[in-house]
């Protein structure tokens, strides 16, 4: 077990006043087996009503509802918790169902369909001729093959970090052979999709104890896939990491815009406006040391 501090702060800054819609807070981990909120705090401003609930997907959501006009907005979670490794299992090769090509009992199968049936088009079969090259060992495990596409992404495409809002289509992640985590991310998602596989687009956070961990100092992303027996697994293309500790996932969606950390509107005309996010996960002893 290990435990942790998460600071993350998001702050628009305005030209001009302006007034506040709804705005949805997509920033709290859900207690599970596998992590635990210690403690949490959300710092708002302006300062507004808010209302705690869960999305069709059981991902935790905060409504906010500012009041007034400010020249910013400003969101700030901090949580500790305790997050408790879970050893990826080994399949059962003598079960059919762990083999290429995956099958899903009858009644998972109707759960899982929204999450099988892919949200991207592919009209030039960009992807379709990916996958092929890829899906070439028929005997292999579902399992083998997931860390064989998660590795090979991680391998072939080069990371770069992107403040720009939005996520490339799988098929532009192709061409350029490059993308942010939550575009490779959506790339292993849609593929996946396409032979057969639930797929899920999960947001948090990671923890990076090392210089060589990717997407550390802001929100991190990655994907999540359902095999028999051994449930829903997470694999982070980005790093090449497969059930790992380091990641803390705040919320598992269908795509990518419903798993925004901060969306909302604003009314009346702001003028220039300048988005700061900044995200800090450490060890909670260091966190209190550097204090």
Avoid at 113 to 120: D, G, K, R, S
Avoid at 181 to 205: I, K, Q, S
């Amino acid at each position: 077990m290990s435990r942790l501090r998460i600071l993350h702060e998001t702050l628009y800054t305005y030209e001009r006043p302006v007034r506040f819609g709804p705005q949805r807070l997509m920033i709290r981990p859900r207690d599970s087996h596998a992590l635990r909120i210690v403690e949490a705090s959300l710092t708002l401003y302006p300062p507004g009503e808010t209302r705690w609930s869960y999305d069709a997907n059981g991902n935790c959501v905060c409504f906010f509802q500012p009041d007034g006009e400010a020249d910013s907005m400003r969101v700030a979670s901090e949580l500790l918790i305790d997050r408790f490794p879970a050893p990826l299992a080994p399949p059962r090769i003598k079960d059919p169902h762990t083999l290429t090509p995956i099958i899903y009992a009858a009644e998972d199968r109707v759960t899982l369909e929204p999450f099988i049936a892919p949200v991207t088009d592919d009209p030039d079969a960009v992807l379709l001729r990916w996958l092929r090259e890829l899906d070439t060992c028929r005997d292999e495990s579902a399992l083998e093959f997931l860390l064989r596409v998660n590795r090979t992404i991680h391998e072939q495409f080069e990371y770069q970090g992107r403040e720009a809002e939005g996520v490339q289509t799988p098929a532009e992640t192709l061409t350029l052979r490059s993308g942010a985590c939550r575009d490779v991310a959506w790339l292993m998602v849609e593929g996946l999709r396409r032979l057969g596989y639930a797929a899920l687009f999960a947001t948090g956070y990671i923890h990076s104890p090392g210089a060589e961990i990717r997407g550390a100092g802001a929100t991190h992303a990655w994907c999540e896939v359902f095999l028999p027996d051994l449930g829903w697994l997470e694999f982070d293309p980005t790093n090449g990491l497969a059930e790992s500790p380091d990641l803390i996932r705040v919320a598992a969606t269908r795509s990518p815009a419903q798993a925004l950390p901060v969306s909302g509107a604003i009314i009346g005309d702001p003028g220039a406006s300048q988005l700061h996010v900044s995200v800090d996960v450490s060890l909670a002893d260091e966190a209190s040391r550097a204090a």
